[in-house]
């Protein structure tokens, strides 16, 4: 039986929920952030922050993340999947928020 890679796409649980794209640094963020605003326009402004882990002061030790809302008509499995592309290649991933 051969496997279908299109049925490789995530679920969408909540076509609505906001995204979080999270990456090792602030130039990964940054990189990811406008990679993806010019490739998908439709998700408007997307917020970088950074995410210090509990318990640390030194800065090395932050997460950075990259917010997105939902597009108007939600996400689509095939969305999910650019945005989990693209934060593996620069070693994130994605979470809803």
Do not use: C, F
Not at 78 to 96: F, I, K, M, P
């Amino acid at each position: 039986m051969s496997e279908n890679h299109t049925t490789d796409l995530p679920d969408v649980d909540d076509p609505y929920v906001r995204q979080l794209l999270v990456l090792p640094d602030r130039d990964a963020a940054e990189e990811t952030a406008e990679e993806l605003g010019a490739t998908q326009p439709d998700l408007g402004k997307l917020e970088v922050v950074r995410d210090a882990l509990a318990g640390e002061d030194d800065a090395e030790d932050a997460q950075w993340l990259i917010v997105a809302e939902a597009p108007e008509s939600g996400w689509t499995p095939a969305l999910l999947h650019v945005l989990d592309t693209l934060a593996s290649g620069y070693d994130g991933w994605r979470e809803e928020a």
